[in-house]
């Protein structure tokens, strides 16, 4: 059975960073698409950042530049460093895995497996 736990949210002022994790189970991170996506109250959830399997990765318009994925293949874990943070960061945060063939990697209803969720709250 596949588990993802997601981990290093907080508070943080604007312009501060974090960096999440994600720590899989039953799972191996050398296999297909993996991504970080967001939510906030009220808006649909967003694709964020993905990193494939052979380790390119692709990143929202909103998040270039400031965000950066990567991956530990031998600890089976995802990180996302986010710096320069805005208020508009404000969301909770996921991390998904096993994207199905065919659909684009911003799409939430593209992946098998998903984490519970960090909250990332930037403050003004």
């Known amino acids: 059975q596949v588990h993802l736990v997601e981990s290093g949210g907080g508070s943080v002022q604007a312009g501060g960073s974090l960096r999440l994790s994600c720590a899989a189970s039953g799972y191996t991170y050398t296999s297909n698409y993996i991504s970080w996506f967001r939510q906030a109250p009220g808006k649909e959830r967003e694709g964020v950042a993905t990193?494939?399997?052979?380790?390119?990765?692709g990143y929202a318009d909103s998040v270039k530049g400031r965000f950066t994925i990567s991956k530990d293949n031998a600890k089976s874990t995802l990180y996302l460093q986010m710096d320069s943070l805005k208020p508009e960061d404000t969301a909770m945060y996921y991390c998904a895995a096993e994207k199905r063939s065919g659909y684009d990697w911003h799409y939430q209803g593209a992946y098998n497996y998903w984490g519970q969720g960090t909250q990332v709250t930037v403050s003004s």
């Open positions: 990193i494939t399997s052979y380790g390119t990765t």
